[in-house]
């Protein structure tokens, strides 16, 4: 098939960036998205022009590393998938597609399409973990049963990949639904709770020091999420979180 | 010859660890806070190895060349980790683990280190339910194990089909929590580019940040490569886009010995290559194995029928499917080790019964297993006569909570549903079990250069088995190292700080710029990927799931000729300033030229036939890898000579004393 590409072209973080347009043809329906932005670097290449910048890594979905706005939604159309693993099926012979970077104050753009996404790292640095030592002289595994539903809603929890789809779908760049995802899988298991309101307030406060913006409880983040991370995690922080700040975590 | 020292200590296999623990020196508290430790590399070895350092005392750097520490490779392990803990009472222990690593490995690798690695795994288990790693769990609360290949007992600890992401996000968070502390100094976005070695000892590295382009000079006293797998060198794989040898290699440039470079692991289950675009071929989890049986058809003209698209797979009637891999291992089945169950799939499609368009893909079927998951189902619910329809209903609904994200992988990039028709699957490179020499305490061949999990290429011998390489990343990471990097830095309690001012940091950055500026600067007009691409399928063609002598021979010239083209035509955009993947792909590609050839010779040098590495001219009558085990037990360990083709054998010979070596069968 025959497409036409609207890209955004960006130089650096202090650069104004602009649309540009290239066609691509030739591409086939079993390409992957980012095999046919492959096709397009390697023709720009040939003809001697600066190849267009991604970030991707893994391209089975589970890195977290691509983030492109497609089409006006992140990782494009199609629910529960990352741009690696969206496929050119998807899309009709002669069509136009807009390919933007994820948009927000806290993730400033490195080039092109790859933006900096380390405000998470520094998120979950604030507090994104058990506080036991690597020594291995911990009690047994099977010491503490927990029941299969508690972990299996934990582990739904950490299936996040921190790609940031939530933080570039919400209107207000609001980064609740990542940092909600990692106090509730921590909140939900016998092992978090010594620290877990704690937990629920640094990590809030970090968000909030990155510049994210604030939660309207209009869920469009969860639609986008690649992995379908519950909004009711946001829930569970919110009352962590109220909690920690009545007794004065 | 010269041989190499392994070091491992004396004493009953049982004890020489915690003999070993005992006897090694250690450095005090304080005066691990004036001692600096470089850890490349954050996928499992890495994160738990900078982690567990840092929480010691240790001043850690940790580089990652992603944009964050939580993205390494070893994110996309899907199946499970293996550990001695018996939970099921099947008869494991960790003798087992050891015996069956062993003969996994098929008598390739050495008895100390794998013991360890066994003694250990039980600890990781622990450990990462303590970090709150969700594991699988019954409904009694407690955890859940279920089986790989190449063995008889359930002692696979897994999280769906994301257990690689969620031990990978545990050792992150250990390594976030020393992040906050300052204890480590994170590096993202920063390849290494070179090891620096003062005075015999490796005492930093060369980075460049990947975002300034910027080449950086940071000093250490000891540094860990835990940089991973060379499986890319194949171009495709089912490695990430950014893994790479540069690392490791640039260690062997500098003196560390390679070890048992062609010892690559073709992954038995993948998606089948789709055409000429593809970049990277995506694994299904070995624990389909478990339940999924593997066939072809009998005769030909079903094969035909298929390909041509007149014929679907679920209408071949049971008697006219070749269950090939139950009908030639009736003892394993379905989960002989990846090595066999590779070379059963090409042996079948060589003989023309592949089963799409190009010949290269085998059935992977689902059908049996949810019929049997939906009677018990069906009786679980006191269901009187239910419908085929309703058996087949439930059990997909089984089906679906176990392997659910493998089977939603595969439909999204094939199109087809894997619940409904069998799945297509044919081998790929997945896992290269060769790597940097290391002795007993993971030490290369530069006294402080250490290397840990897929970079090295101590636990698996020849041939990797399933859910073995997240044990090896978390042993090394978390319980092996933070031991024994010790005892070498316990000389170091009052060297002080180590100046990058040094004439050898100002030498190697040196030479790393005028690399950079090389490959920029050359007027060529071909992308990267041509070169990459090409290299990958002389690997892939003549030192892949077989090898004879003349291919050998024939690929070593080729990749030297295209070696040649590369400097000459390379085109390179951009400049060495600021963000430019090209030119770190570049600098990777001309990396895996060099590897290539020596993976080849290698395998040439090495003749007979063990694990993954099946030289045709060596195989028993029905068609199995045949050791030579009077001449060939030992590590081909390669000491750098200016050139792949210079590279000087050094032996380290293997010697079994608890473990007899026997023709590995599985039938």
């Known amino acids: ?28 329906a079993d390409m992957s998205f980012l095999e046919m932005m492959d096709m397009l670097n390697d023709q720009l290449i040939r ?36 741009t690696c693993q969206l496929h050119m099926r998807s899309f009709q012979d002669g069509e136009t597609i807009y390919i933007e970077p994820w948009r927000a104050a806290a993730f400033p753009v490195v080039k092109d399409l790859a933006v900096d996404r380390s405000a998470f790292d520094r998120v979950i640095q604030a507090g994104g973990y058990i506080s036991v030592n690597t020594s291995g002289e911990t009690l047994d595994a099977n010491a503490i049963p927990v029941p299969k539903e508690d972990a299996d809603a934990a582990f739904n929890a950490a299936t996040c990949i921190g790609c940031g789809a939530c933080v570039a779908t919400c209107k207000n760049s609001s980064a609740m639904l990542f940092v909600s995802a990692k106090v509730s899988q921590f909140a939900l298991l016998p092992q978090g709770q010594p620290e877990r309101l704690s937990r629920a307030k640094r990590m809030v406060e970090q968000m909030d020091k990155e510049g994210f913006g604030n939660c309207t409880n209009t869920g469009a983040c969860a639609v986008e999420c690649p992995k379908g991370i519950d909004l009711s995690n946001i829930a569970r922080m919110n009352r962590d979180y109220l909690a920690a700040t009545l007794k004065g975590e | 010859m010269s041989t190499l020292d392994s070091k491992i200590p004396k004493g009953p296999l049982a004890d020489k660890w915690k003999n070993h623990k005992n006897a090694i020196r250690l450095v005090n508290p304080a005066n691990k806070r004036s001692i600096d430790v470089i850890v490349v590399g954050t996928g499992l070895a890495g994160s738990s190895a900078a982690a567990s350092l840092a929480e010691m005392g240790y001043n850690v750097k940790a580089f990652c060349f992603q ?10 392990a899907q199946g499970g980790i293996n550990a001695a803990k018996n939970y099921q009472n099947d008869g494991d222990s960790v003798h087992r683990l050891f015996y069956d690593t062993v003969k996994g490995g098929d008598y390739r690798s050495r008895e100390a280190n794998v013991y360890r690695l066994a003694e250990v795994s039980t600890s990781i288990i622990d450990q990462c339910v303590a ?51 300052g204890k480590v100094q994170m590096f993202n976005r920063h390849e290494m580019m070179d090891v620096v070695v003062v005075d015999g000892k490796c005492r930093g590295i060369i980075a460049r940040n990947l975002v300034t382009g910027a080449l950086e000079r940071h000093a250490a006293h000891a540094v860990v490569l835990a940089s991973g797998g060379y499986g890319n060198v194949f171009f495709l794989s089912t490695n990430a886009m950014g893994s790479n040898v540069s690392a490791a290699w ?61 014929k679907r797979p679920v209408e071949i009637p049971e008697e006219d499917r070749d269950y090939y891999l139950e009908r030639r291992y009736p003892a394993f089945g379905n ?26 893909a085998v059935f992977l079927d689902y059908a049996s297993a949810i019929e049997r998951y939906g009677k018990t189902e069906a009786h679980v619910r006191g269901l009187k006569n239910p419908s085929d329809e309703e058996v087949r209903g439930l ?17 999204q990039i094939t199109a087809d549903n894997p619940y409904e028709t069998p799945m297509k699957i044919y081998p790929a490179v997945h896992y290269t079990m060769g790597g940097l020499w290391v002795d007993y305490n993971l030490m290369t061949s530069v006294p402080g250069l250490y290397a840990a999990g897929e970079a090295n290429f101590s636990d698996h011998g020849a041939n990797r088995l399933g859910a073995s390489a997240l044990m090896q990343g978390l042993a090394d990471g978390y319980f092996v190292l933070p031991y024994t990097i010790g005892d070498y830095l316990a000389d170091d309690i009052r060297t002080g700080p180590i100046s990058s001012d040094l004439p050898e940091f100002e030498e190697a950055e040196k030479q790393v710029g005028d690399r950079i500026a090389h490959l920029i600067n050359n007027a060529g007009d ?21 090898r004879n002598e003349q291919g050998l021979r024939q690929a070593i010239a080729d990749i030297q000729a295209l070696r040649e083209e590369f400097y000459k035509k390379v085109r390179v955009p951009g400049k060495a300033e600021g963000f430019n993947p090209e030119l770190d792909k570049a600098g990777r590609v001309a990396d895996f030229l060099e590897l290539g050839e020596l993976m080849c010779k290698d395998a040439l040098d090495r003749n007979e036939s063990c694990g993954g590495h099946f030289r045709e001219e060596y195989q028993t009558p029905e068609g199995e890898a045949l050791r030579d085990d009077e001449n060939y037990t030992f590590v081909s360990a390669w000491k750098y000579n200016g050139m792949p083709s210079e590279a000087e054998l050094v032996k380290e010979d293997l010697v079994y004393e608890n473990i007899e070596l026997k023709q590995r069968s599985y039938k």
């Not at chain 2, 590779?342 to 079948?348: D, G, H, L």
């Not at chain 2, 392997?403 to 439909?411: I, R």
Request: glycine share 12%; proline share 5%; aromatic share 8%.
């Open chain 2, 131 to 181: 970090q709150g790693v969700p594991f699988a769990r019954e409904y009694g609360g407690l955890l859940d194990n279920r089986s790989f290949g190449g063995v008889q007992v359930s002692r696979t600890f897994y999280a769906k089909g994301q257990t690689g992401q969620q031990l990978l996000l545990g050792a992150y968070s250990a390594l976030s929590r020393q992040i906050s502390k």
């Open chain 1, 1 to 28: 098939m025959d497409l036409t590409l609207k890209i955004w072209r960006q130089d650096g973080p202090d650069n104004p960036g602009r649309m540009e347009t290239y066609p691509v043809s030739g591409v086939s």
């Open chain 2, 335 to 360: 989960l002989v080790p990846r090595d066999v169950a590779s070379r059963a799939a090409k042996e079948r499609c060589d003989a023309g019964f592949g089963v799409n368009e190009t010949g290269e």
């Open chain 2, 395 to 411: 059990g997909k609904e089984v089906v679906k909570a176990k392997y659910g994200n493998l089977f939603d992988m595969y439909k």
């Open chain 2, 250 to 310: 640039k260690a062997h440039r500098k003196g560390a010995h390679f070890a048992n470079p062609s010892f690559t692991q073709i992954h038995p289950t993948c998606i089948p290559v789709s055409g000429h675009h593809q970049s990277k071929l995506t694994l299904m989890s070995e624990s389909l194995r478990n339940d999924g049986r593997i066939w072809v058809p009998k005769k030909k003209e079903d094969v035909e029928a298929i390909r041509k698209g007149t």
């Open chain 2, 67 to 76: 944009d964050s520490p939580r993205r390494a490779h070893s994110i996309a």
């Open chain 2, 526 to 546: 071909t992308p990267v990927d041509d070169f990459h691409r090409r290299l990958g399928r002389i690997m892939w063609d003549n030192c892949g799931m077989a």
């Open chain 1, 47 to 82: 003809e001697g022009k600066d190849p267009v910048a991604f970030d991707h890594d893994c391209r089975e979905g589970i890195c977290g590393m691509c983030s492109m706005f497609i089409n006006g939604e992140a990782h494009g159309p199609g629910r529960g998938v990352t």
